[in-house]
């Protein structure tokens, strides 16, 4: 079974901090992908970033970036210099295998963090 | 570009009354959509996804429903609601592809009193 662990409920840092978010995932299958999704206080959730479990290269936007390691099974997630904007819950989650789609999304329990101004 | 809008924002129902939110999305053809439910302090949890008119597949057995009477419409309903329907009710699209990004509506608070 699939399963995908956000270990940190709740993170508080001030402004203009980095701050790294933790994504842990299970799966038996070689192919596969890694997604983080952000659900600011409005509701929604917007898509960040799709990774392939055959990329580990680390990918770098603005001032998120994303390292990827199968050798722990982690798809961690670093906001450089926080800003209040970057508030919101975070959800990482893994597909399932090459014949599933987005029916076998597994996401994570979320980490809600606050930048404190 | 191609957007998704989700209605009411907002629903205060007593239990047994029935429900109906309403999903569209504009801008693209043959979308896969799905309607998932966030419980407070939970995850996401899928509710119902099609990947064509007519074709609605569950997830989760429920007293909830869906449908899909046009090619960028979805509707979940129920007959009657129960108090453990209360939650955060998301639509939300994806391409025809394998794994494609989903994206998602606003969402709809859904509160059973």
């Known amino acids: 079974a699939q399963k995908v662990t956000q270990a940190q409920t709740e993170i508080s840092v001030v402004e203009k901090e980095d701050v790294t978010l933790d994504c842990v995932y299970e799966t038996r299958d070689t192919t596969y992908y890694l997604f983080w999704y952000k659900q600011p206080p409005s509701g929604e959730l917007v898509f960040l970033i799709r990774?392939?479990?055959?990329?580990?290269q680390n990918e770098i936007s603005g001032r998120y970036s994303w390292n990827f390691q199968k050798s722990t099974s982690s798809f961690n997630f670093t906001i450089t210099a926080s800003q209040v904007v970057d508030s919101a819950v975070y959800f990482c989650a893994l597909s399932g295998g090459v014949n599933f789609g987005n029916e076998k999304l597994t996401f994570g329990t979320g980490t809600r963090l606050t930048i404190i101004p | 570009s191609q957007t998704i809008h989700q209605w009411p924002a907002t629903l205060v129902q007593p239990v047994g009354s029935p429900l109906s939110l309403e999903c569209t999305v504009e801008g693209t053809s043959n979308p896969n959509l799905y309607w998932y439910r966030q419980a407070a302090g939970r995850g996401l949890q899928l509710l119902f996804y099609s990947v064509g008119i007519g074709q609605i597949s569950s997830e989760v057995p429920q007293n909830l429903s869906a449908s899909r009477p046009q090619d960028r419409q979805f509707i979940l309903s129920s007959k009657k609601l129960l108090l453990s329907d209360s939650g955060f009710y998301l639509c939300a699209w994806s391409m025809d592809s394998y794994n494609s990004p989903l994206h998602f509506g606003n969402g709809t608070r859904l509160t059973v009193t």
């Open positions: 990774r392939n479990s055959f990329d580990e």
